[in-house]
Every structure is written in structure tokens, then in C-alpha cells.
């Protein structure tokens, strides 16, 4: 089985770095698409929403970016009335530290973590191991 993660990320190097790691994981294929920010992906994943075999099992969100930020794009998400969503895996990655963000990450039921970055091998790894059967 192909497996998808998504990252939904403004910063190229991360994206880059994030990608490398995925190709590194050997216990599945994993197939990476990047967003530079959250209307990219939400109008990828409203395209798609009736084609599971396009949707992504894992999102990794970043919290700030331009044009739909990590909050707006989740918000958006939770309008549109479809369980499509309801079957991918959501984690907030973010280099905030800030006590306000980690708990409204908290208040989206799909979210299923908040993570710091940089996101290492080890807690990437864990996270695929985890959520990728």
C-alpha cells in the first residue's frame, strides 16, 4: 500500500528537510505532497475529497504561514460538511512554544498532537510507525 503524508509548511528548508527524512523511512513508500499554505492545501483537498486514493493519510500543519494560516485552514475544515476528513491525521508542527497555541490545538478533536520544531528523525519516525499499519 502507498501511503501520502502532506506538510502544509511556508518554509522551503523544512519542507526540504522533512521530505528527506520521509524518503528515509524504509518500513513503508510514502508518497510527500508539500503546501506553502493552508488555502493551497484546502483547495487540494476539497479537489480531492471524493478520491480517497489522493487524500493523505498524515498532515503536519504549520501554524503560521501567508495567504491561510494553520488556524484558518483547520477552521475551514471543520465547516466543510464531509467525514472524508474525519480519516486523516492531523498534527499541528510549529516553533511556538506558547502556552495559548498548544492548547487551541487542543480544541480541534482531529488534531491528534502538537509538535515542536524542528521535527526530528526519531519523533517523526515514531509518528509514521504509529499511524501508518
Known amino acids: 500500500m502507498k501511503y501520502r503524508v502532506a506538510i502544509i509548511e511556508d518554509n522551503n528548508i523544512f519542507c526540504f528537510i522533512f521530505e528527506k527524512l520521509i524518503k528515509k523511512y524504509e518500513k513503508h513508500s510514502i508518497d510527500v505532497l508539500s503546501f506553502s499554505n493552508g488555502k ?35 477552521d475551514a475544515l471543520t465547516k466543510v460538511n464531509t467525514n472524508v476528513f474525519n480519516e ?6 510549529s516553533s511556538s ?37
Open 88 to 93: 486523516i491525521i492531523f498534527f499541528i508542527v
Open 40 to 74: 493551497e492545501a484546502l483547495d487540494y483537498l476539497l479537489l480531492n475529497m471524493n478520491t480517497k486514493d489522493l487524500l493523505p493519510n498524515l498532515i503536519f500543519v504549520d501554524i503560521n504561514m501567508p495567504i491561510l494560516n494553520g488556524w484558518e485552514f483547520l
Open 97 to 133: 512554544d506558547n502556552k495559548i497555541d498548544i492548547n487551541k490545538a487542543k480544541e480541534y478533536d482531529f488534531v491528534k498532537n502538537y509538535l515542536h520544531k524542528p521535527l526530528d528523525k526519531l519523533k517523526l519516525f515514531s509518528i509514521l510507525d504509529e499511524y501508518l499499519p
